[in-house]
T-cell receptor, first 112, second 114 residues
Framework: AQSVTQLGSHVSVSEGALVLLRCNYS??????LFWYVQYPNQGLQLLLK??????LVKGINGFEAEFKKSETSFHLTKPSAHMSDAAEYFC??????????FGQGTTLQVKP | DAGVIQSPRHEVTEMGQEVTLRCKPISGHDYLFWYRQTMMRGLELLIY????????DSGMPEDRFSAKMPNASFSTLKIQPSEPRDSAVYFC????????????FGPGTRLTVT
């Protein structure tokens, strides 16, 4: 079955440290890929998207993600974490069904 | 733009009662989606509309759930009768056909069924 897997339901980093949130998808055809962020008591906001153009995608708030077909991955990174980055992050993909399929989410904690 | 508007933001009801959740999509968007978010199952697509017509309701859990979109600016998700296992956060999202996968989410309705 087509799926999106986020490794690690909780990630904790210190302020200023590198943020790395992992996402893998299962599909024989490269899908469209997305990262969304959800702040407490809010809806999801689009951070960035990959739609078969450049494999390194830059998004808002200093985040970027790299599509690696050989690894079926789309990991999200940010060089230096800020306290305001604390939130839940969702990886999502559009595959054969044409619907957005979401991963289970990763909660990012940023410690001072 | 006000974004996607959902009401109520919180709903607490007793088992067996009817619950109606409301959504106003972004003006000009012709797709509307209803999602449910729970700890156990994550984010699930329940149903989506295109130009007010339901396209895919395969995610609707059972007949107790129904959704309507009487016009381009309003949609409802109804649960009748409600059960404790329906407790979740329900999100509405909208987008336009030109960028179908870039969906804009509302703030959600947190439903608690006791």
């Amino acid at each position: 079955a087509q799926s999106v897997t986020q490794l690690g339901s909780h990630v904790s980093v210190s302020e200023g440290a590198l943020v790395l949130l992992r996402c893998n998808y299962s599909s024989s055809v490269p899908p469209y890929l997305f990262w969304y962020v959800q702040y407490p008591n809010q809806g999801l906001q689009l951070l960035l998207k990959y739609t078969s153009a450049a494999t390194l995608v830059k998004g808002i708030n200093g985040f970027e993600a790299e599509f690696k077909k050989s690894e079926t991955s789309f990991h999200l990174t940010k060089p230096s974490a800020h306290m305001s980055d604390a939130a839940e992050y969702f990886c999502a993909a559009v595959m054969g069904t044409g619907k957005l399929i979401f991963g289970q989410g990763t909660t990012l904690q940023v410690k001072p | 733009d006000a974004g996607v508007i959902q009401s109520p933001r919180h709903e607490v009801t007793e088992m067996g009662q009817e619950v109606t959740l409301r959504c106003k999509p972004i003006s000009g968007h012709d797709y509307l989606f209803w999602y449910r978010q729970t700890m156990m199952r994550g984010l699930e697509l329940l149903i989506y509309f295109n130009n007010n017509v339901p396209i895919d309701d395969s995610g609707m859990p059972e007949d107790r759930f129904s959704a309507k979109m009487p016009n381009a600016s309003f949609s409802t998700l109804k649960i009748q009768p409600s059960e404790p296992r329906d407790s979740a956060v329900y999100f509405c999202a909208s987008t336009s056909g030109t960028d179908y996968y870039e969906q804009y989410f509302g703030p959600g309705t947190r439903l608690t069924v006791t």
